[in-house]
């Protein structure tokens, strides 16, 4: 190995000790270089000069002194306020955007809508210019710089790969849309972009404080009103194993509103996923129909039959279920999920999951979206120039 081939090796051992270092911060700060080195499985001389090299680079500052009975109080090392995450929810129409600070902790947002309809046309061109010029003029209006931004991380509906997504839910025939590259192109940015419900759920997890912890496996449901003219709701689901989501594939994975509905009275035209018992589908009819008690008692049964289902298709440790759609239904879909479960206990001698409601849906695909772009820092650091010493 030539000297000039050791020296690149070296530093990119460096880039990904400050990215590592910089992740465990982003989960447990303010911490020592003890608690650091723990957490990143490094050494404590590695961290200590990831430290310094990260607050050379304003990522990083000095919080004080650990508080302890006896000994020396150790130094308490916490993340840059002046940095920031740049999320986005892409929900069609509904458009937001929230910038986070390195804690992720929210600090502005804005909610829009993007001009589009089922007849929009050449949509694959028109739309990332129009997502461009918006958070452009949110930035340009929050007086942010983009020195000051280490990353965009991106949620949108349906299918993404490559940089690309699909919203199939949102548009008759649609193309793949491009977004990564547009983005990246316009900001000088390292992008990533992930489905919404996906992203919420890493967001659920991360508010749970369990995105490090081992052996979670997590599903999450979510029912959301669309505001186009139509007045229909969209269906969503995400399901975490082995520290990330599963995407399948070709990035459709967990598409729980396109899965089919056990209704022998349920016959219509096929959805644009090509499934003739589509949930999302059976559920927009439904709320059509002009008697409504009747129809939203199907709607409740039929979500109720797809979350166990999901039990016994994913045996979660955690199961999220997000009826912002249908807020008068949570307690009757939870209290039979409570009845389900202890059943289950009794038949299988098998405990949990837990059941939950989300704590946020409002800003949660946009803090999701953060999220993702943090840990695609510690995945491929040489990406994010605010990682380099220069």
């Known amino acids: 190995m030539s000297n000039r081939e050791r020296a690149l090796k070296h530093n990119h051992s460096q880039l990904v000790s400050r990215a590592n270092v910089l992740r465990s911060l982003s989960t447990h700060t303010p911490a020592t270089i003890k608690q650091l080195a723990r957490r990143a499985k490094l050494s404590k001389p590695t961290v200590t000069k990831s ?11 000095s919080k004080g002194h650990r508080d302890q009975p ?18 986005v929810d892409l929900e069609i129409p ?37 997502l461009i010029e918006q958070v452009e003029e949110f930035l340009d209006n929050q007086k942010i710089s983009l020195d000051s931004v280490l990353g965009i991380g991106v949620g949108v509906p349906g299918m993404v790969k490559r940089g690309y997504f699909r919203p199939f839910s949102r548009l008759k025939n649609p193309p793949d849309i491009p977004l990564t590259e547009p983005l990246r192109d316009a900001f000088g940015l390292p992008v990533v972009i992930g489905n919404d419900v996906d992203l919420e759920l890493l967001a659920e997890l991360d508010r749970r404080n369990l995105l490090e912890e081992p052996g979670v496996v997590a599903v999450y449901l979510a029912t959301r009103p669309s505001k186009a003219a139509d007045h229909s709701v969209r269906i969503g689901g995400s399901v975490y194993h082995k520290d ?35 949930l999302e589908t059976f559920v927009n009819r439904k709320l059509g129909e002009q008697n409504n008690e009747p129809a939203m008692d199907d709607i409740a049964e039929a979500l109720s039959d797809k979350l166990r289902d999901l039990i016994f298709f994913y045996n979660p440790s955690l199961l999220v279920v997000d009826l912002l759609a249908f807020p008068r239904m949570v307690k009757l879909v939870m209290d039979e999920l409570d009845d389900f479960i202890e059943l289950r206990q009794e038949q299988l001698s098998t405990n949990g999951p837990e059941v939950v409601t989300p704590g946020d849906s409002e800003m949660a695909c946009a803090r999701g979206a953060c999220i993702k772009s943090y840990r695609n820092l510690a995945l491929n650091p040489e990406k994010y120039a605010h990682l380099s010493l220069h």
């Not at 600090?107 to 589009?116: R, W």
């Open 94 to 130: 509904d458009l937001r955007i929230a910038v986070y600070d390195l804690s992720k902790r929210l600090v502005k947002s804005k909610t829009d809508f993007v001009g589009m309809d089922g007849e929009f046309k050449d949509v694959e061109n028109s739309l990332p210019v129009e």
């Open 51 to 61: 430290i310094s090299q990260l607050k050379e680079l304003g990522l990083v500052s």
């Open 70 to 87: 006896k000994g020396r109080k150790p130094a308490l090392y916490g993340l840059s306020e002046e940095h920031y995450w740049l999320g």
């Open 244 to 278: 990330d989501t599963l995407q399948g594939a070709i990035g459709s994975a967990n598409e729980f509103g396109h899965t089919s509905v056990a209704r022998t009275d349920f016959d219509q035209d096929t959805c644009n996923c090509g499934n003739p018992k589509c």
